[in-house]
């Protein structure tokens, strides 16, 4: 084993002294970081095993991203002489230990002295140097070479469905409306304005409190999401979803494992103080912590598919500024319950299957709640990184005029599981990339722009949809007497304080 441990030792200072000489890579947030490649780097998770012959040039020009057909060229030229370059190495690597072998067999032959006079000993002596010579040199080409890959290699998207439409999301096409639209004899409100005629949505005033695109749920606000979240795991759990809690705070290296970019500019991961905790991100979505908790582990055959079903509260950055700045639609904080699947790879169509399970246990979901829903195929520059097919749900949102999604759910194949490390063992024995499956089964802010606007009365009240009233407790939300609140703060309407 000491073999081993010195090359891996070797390529350790090689990866140093490339880093040193000029290497975007070390410790700064440059277009080049990449923190999965940095992780692994350093020994705490295995090595990506990326199978990027798999992907065309013709799917990647098809998907949104900076990479394009000859950035692909480029990396496959770049894992080939990657190749070429490691089997160099093993070539001398193993006439190193020849060497050595012959050394140690002259110097067992004859004593120090005479072995050391022998031209034979001397010729090993020198290649020997040289070995070590070449050694050296394409230990620092395979560091820059390894380097050159991952940076680029990581950033390329899945393959693409077949069927996916392609294009943007103008192109989506509609597989299925379900439910009717409510019709209404005035003019609906949204959710916002409903909302806050109940006291039960507080958004006004907030700025210096929890900053823009935050809000509260108080009263029967509070009491629909917790009803939402536990229809949701009811409906879930007796069909055999493992339930789990998982971290907020996770590693960058774990976003771009699942597809994500922690890295980009700008963000739309909430990345910590990097001066006072180093790589720790707020998650967007319990996708990645569920893929965090089987990242470098394997699972056997006969448990798979394995569900999980995950509540967490889920924070996005929410760049775009300028898109719906008020009300629940897109907030810097919300609470989602999502499904999660791990399956094998055997047929090839596993994760397919559980793909359309999971689509159908939203329509499930959505249609005891009343909702009126249409479906969709999404296009393929609406698919990320790691989708290889993605089916989104949007529901109609009287208030806002249109509809607007809801849920989403994606087949990721093995593009999440390579990256991981998450492995199943198949019936051999032998260790396979899993593939992995994610759905949103309740996006709780959502889902109340839909259930307030749609469920909506005349005089501003709400029925509570039958499914959710013994779990809220009221079949009709009214409007309170008087509002809790009543603002005495500085920034009066009219200037000046409002005294009591």
Known sequence: MAAPRALAAARRVAARGWRGAGSGTGGGAGPGRSRLYEHVREGLSARPQLDVTALSERELDRRRGSLRGGDLREIVQTWSRLGEVRAAIARLEAEKGRVAQGVRALMAAHDKETAEALPAYAALRARGRQVRLQLQELLVEEAALDERFYLKALQLPNRTHPEAPVGDESQARVLEVVGQKPAFDFKPKGHLELGEGLDIIRQRRLSHVSGHRSYYLCGAGAL???????????????????????????????????????????????????????????????????????????????????????????????????????????????????????????????????????????????????????????????????????????????????????????????????????MYSDGAGRLQHAHTVNGTACAVSRMLIALLECNQLPDGCVRVPPALQPLVGQDVLTRPPAPLLRYIGPNQPRGGREVP
């Open 224 to 422: 629909l999401q917790h009803a939402l979240v536990r229809f949701v795991l009811a409906k879930l759990l007796p069909k055999g979803f493992l339930p789990m809690t998982v971290p907020d705070l996770l590693r960058g290296a774990v976003f771009e494992g699942c597809g994500m970019q922690p890295n980009a500019t700008p963000s739309p991961v909430y990345n910590i103080d990097p001066s006072r905790f180093e790589d720790l991100c707020l998650a967007g979505t319990s996708e990645v912590g569920i893929a965090g908790y089987f990242m470098d582990h394997a699972v056997r055959l006969e448990d798979l598919p394995i569900r999980v079903v995950c509540s967490s509260t889920c924070y996005r950055a929410e760049t775009d500024t300028g898109r719906e700045p008020w009300g629940l639609y897109r907030v810097h904080q919300f609470t989602k319950v999502e499904m999660f699947g791990v399956t094998a790879a055997e047929s090839g169509a596993e994760s397919e299957a559980l793909l359309a399970e999971f689509l159908a246990l939203q329509k499930e979901i959505f249609s005891e709640l009343g909702l009126h829903y249409r479906v969709l195929d999404m296009p393929t520059q609406e698919l990320g990184l790691p989708a290889y097919r993605k089916f989104d749900i949007e529901a109609w949102m009287p208030g806002r005029g249109k509809y607007g999604e809801i849920s989403s759910a994606s087949n990721c194949t093995d593009y999440q599981s390579r990256r991981l490390n998450i």
